[in-house]
T-cell receptor, first 112, second 114 residues
Framework: SQQGEEDPQALSIQEGENATMNCSYK?????LQWYRQNSGRGLVHLIL?????REKHSGRLRVTLDTSKKSSSLLITASRAADTASYFC????????????FGAGTQVVVTP | DGGITQSPKYLFRKEGQNVTLSCEQN?????MYWYRQDPGQGLRLIYY???????QKGDIAEGYSVSREKKESFPLTVTSAQKNPTAFYLC?????????????FGEGSWLTVV
């Protein structure tokens, strides 16, 4: 069963706008990761946030984690056309260490 | 260049045939993984290997087989027992097993049953 569920399923924005997507999960986790996938390609790791962390930044990316609500968010600031991709969260459940559980992803389209 | 190479990119299989997807990495990683992705879905773990000559079933191993005879190679065989094999298959690796390590993905292989 999928541990992470992303919301929204799809997001369409214009260049320069911010994009926010959320991930909810069901069981306790060791950490949560975000990946990007361009159409028909492999996944690229973006950022990892541990269960004892609340916020992390990497360039234009900002990730938050709220373990009490079992949710995470990914914010992409000042989006570019090159950010068009699907974004997946992956959780590492405490009871199945190392077996990442991926959500169905958020498809983001950034128009010039 | 270092990375993960999957081949072929596109593969067509007739019903009842076995096919093997190749995955080679030159990152010197101990752990390797195979995932399946269906359209509009997330990734599901088929098999993983923590170290050479060792592998374990993932969440959807039925109808698949793997081997890990060399550190750099982790081929996946889709057998005729897999009833719905049409999907996008992704191979991945990490320094060691465990989610603290970044997982690196290959470019994927599309398998279609005709």
């Amino acid at each position: 069963s999928q541990q992470g569920e992303e919301d929204p399923q799809a997001l369409s924005i214009q260049e320069g706008e911010n994009a926010t997507m959320n991930c909810s999960y069901k069981t306790s986790i060791n950490n949560l990761q975000w990946y990007r996938q361009n159409s028909g390609r492999g996944l690229v790791h973006l950022i990892l946030i541990r269960s004892n962390e609340r916020e992390k930044h990497s360039g234009r990316l900002r990730v938050t984690l709220d373990t009490s609500k079992k949710s995470s968010s990914l914010l992409i600031t000042a989006s570019r056309a090159a950010d068009t991709a699907s974004y997946f969260c992956a959780t590492d459940p405490v009871d199945s260490w190392g077996k990442l559980q991926f959500g169905a992803g958020t498809q983001v389209v950034v128009t010039p | 260049d270092g990375g993960i190479t999957q081949s072929p990119k596109y593969l067509f299989r007739k019903e009842g045939q076995n096919v093997t997807l190749s995955c080679e990495q030159n990152l010197n990683h101990d752990a390797m993984y195979w995932y399946r992705q269906d359209p509009g879905q997330g990734l599901r773990l088929i098999y993983y290997s923590q170290i050479v000559n060792d592998f374990q079933k993932g969440d959807i191993a039925e109808g698949y087989s793997v081997s890990r005879e060399k550190k750099e190679s982790f081929p996946l065989t889709v057998t005729s027992a897999q009833k719905n094999p049409t999907a996008f298959y992704l191979c991945a690796s990490s320094t060691t097993y465990g989610s603290r390590n970044t997982i690196y993905f290959g470019e994927g292989s599309w398998l279609t049953v005709v």
